[in-house]
């Protein structure tokens, strides 16, 4: 898998250092080199990246600051002489921390972690159905006509378009079959299709004339999942 990717970075021997190290990685394909992130914002609005190498302490704009004013959906590898911004870069999901110098070898760790997780990502872009075992046989049930699904004692009812289906799966196995950018848990007794989603008001969710509400324990993982749908 083919990785497209930039360097932010205003340091021109640590710039320098990280082409090296993407020229020897065969499946990343660099894009550009920005010295500056102002510059690499303009880059970004018009230009699809899978991945960042992006410098914290920049004049200007920080690394920080891009990522908080921006919505990245790339994977982003910090690069940093500094060691105090670790906690603010894994608040903000980056995919990896690089502390100046590092080596060739971290350097690859971090590479390899970013295509795993763009390689996950493109599996659950193409999912579109599962099966799910109801009575004596498994049905086949398409994704995006799902509504919501509702836990009743020892059964989940999945909700569709058009139909009901009861089954004895879980709601643990139907979490590890179904991406959870599409359809994601917001209470022990229900899931809910991101996009079949007509509002939200408080700890509520309304979908068609149904109201399904949100649990403390699921809400701030749905917040961060429907902040970047």
Same mark, same amino acid.
């Given at each position: ?22 020229? $020897? ?39 920080? *600051? ?42 690859? *760790?971090?590479?390899?972690?970013? *295509?795993?997780?763009?390689?996950? !990502? ?46 004895? *799966?879980?709601? $643990? ?13 917001? !209470? $022990? ?41």
């Amino acid at each position: 898998m083919n990785i497209s990717c930039i360097i932010i970075e205003d340091e021109p021997l640590a710039m320098e250092r990280t082409k090296s190290f993407v020229s $020897k990685l065969p499946f990343l394909n660099l894009l550009a080199c920005f010295e500056s992130g102002i510059d690499a914002i303009e880059f970004l609005k018009s230009n699809k990246v899978d991945l960042l190498f992006l410098d914290i302490n920049m004049d200007e704009l920080s690394g920080i *600051q891009l990522l908080e004013s921006l919505k990245i959906e790339s994977e982003v590898i910090i690069t940093t002489a500094y060691n105090e911004y670790a906690l603010k870069g894994y608040e903000l999901n980056v995919t990896d921390y690089l502390l100046k110098p590092f080596t060739f070898e971290r350097f690859i *760790q971090a590479a390899n972690k970013a *295509q795993s997780n763009l390689a996950k !990502h493109k599996t659950v872009e193409e999912k579109k159905f599962i099966f799910v075992k109801t009575e004596y046989r498994l049905e086949k049930i398409l994704l995006n006509e799902i509504l919501y699904i509702e836990g009743m004692r020892d059964y989940r009812r999945i909700h569709t378009i058009d139909k009901k289906i009861m089954t004895l *799966q879980t709601f $643990k196995d139907l979490e590890l079959e179904i991406p959870e950018n599409l359809i994601c848990r917001v !209470h $022990k007794s229900f899931m809910v299709s991101l996009d079949k989603i007509n509002s939200i008001e408080r700890d509520r969710i309304k979908i068609r004339d149904v109201l399904i509400p949100i649990s403390e324990t699921y809400k701030k993982r749905f917040l961060e999942l429907i902040n970047h749908s």
